[in-house]
Structures are given as structure tokens and as C-alpha cells.
């Protein structure tokens, strides 16, 4: 598995988690209809499954590790670009440090 593909599994979970947890949070504290709750248990459903689709090395502590970290990396984009909430200084070097530990996990060489 090439590590283009490794890292794409990381972050489409990453997005049906994000869009799971809105969907799931627009049904409960906005109202929406209970379609979205569905919608929002059958995304974070994928979610849960596509981590575990890494190279066989890659064990499920050091892929849940770079998985968090890539999260707060889309949390942050998810917040910056949906909700429209301004992204400052913490926010940027926090996930540029985060990508840079995501790098060192996943793709440090490895016996």
C-alpha cells in the first residue's frame, strides 16, 4: 500500500467523522430531522472502519495516534471553511506541529 493511499484512508475517516459529528450535532441541538441523525450514526459508522484498512505494520495504537492528530487538523480546516470562524496564530503553528508529528508517525522508517 503506497503511503499516498495510507494517508488517504486517515483522511477520508477523518471527514465522514467530521461531517458525522455535524450532522449528528444539527440533529440534536438544531432540530433538524431524525434522516440526519441516520445519516450522521451511518457516516461515523464509516468512520470507524476505514483506519483499520492501513498497511499491516501500521497497528491500530500508531494508527489511532496519527488519526487524532490528523482530526484536529480537519476540525480546525472543518471550522475555518464551514462555520466560517477565522483561524489565528495558535491555530495555524498548532496544526502545522500536528501534521509534522503525523509525518514522523506514519512514515518514520521502521524496522
Do not use: N
Not at 461515523?44 to 499491516?56: D, N, R, T, V
Not at 490528523?70 to 491555530?91: G, N, Q
Amino acid at each position: 500500500m503506497s503511503k499516498i493511499l495510507s494517508f488517504g484512508l486517515l483522511l477520508v475517516a477523518g471527514l465522514f467523522e467530521i461531517v458525522a459529528r455535524w450532522l449528528g450535532w444539527g440533529w440534536l441541538r438544531r432540530g433538524w430531522s431524525g434522516a440526519w441523525g441516520v445519516a450522521a450514526a451511518s457516516a461515523m459508522i464509516a468512520s470507524l472502519f476505514l483506519p483499520a484498512l492501513q498497511e499491516q505494520h501500521f497497528e491500530f495504537g500508531r494508527s489511532s495516534a496519527a488519526y487524532g492528530v490528523l482530526f484536529v487538523v480537519l476540525a480546525l480546516s472543518w471550522s475555518w471553511i464551514v462555520d466560517r470562524k477565522p483561524l489565528d496564530a495558535a491555530d495555524l503553528i498548532g496544526s502545522a506541529l500536528c501534521l509534522a508529528g503525523l509525518s514522523i508517525l506514519m512514515y518514520w522508517p521502521r524496522a
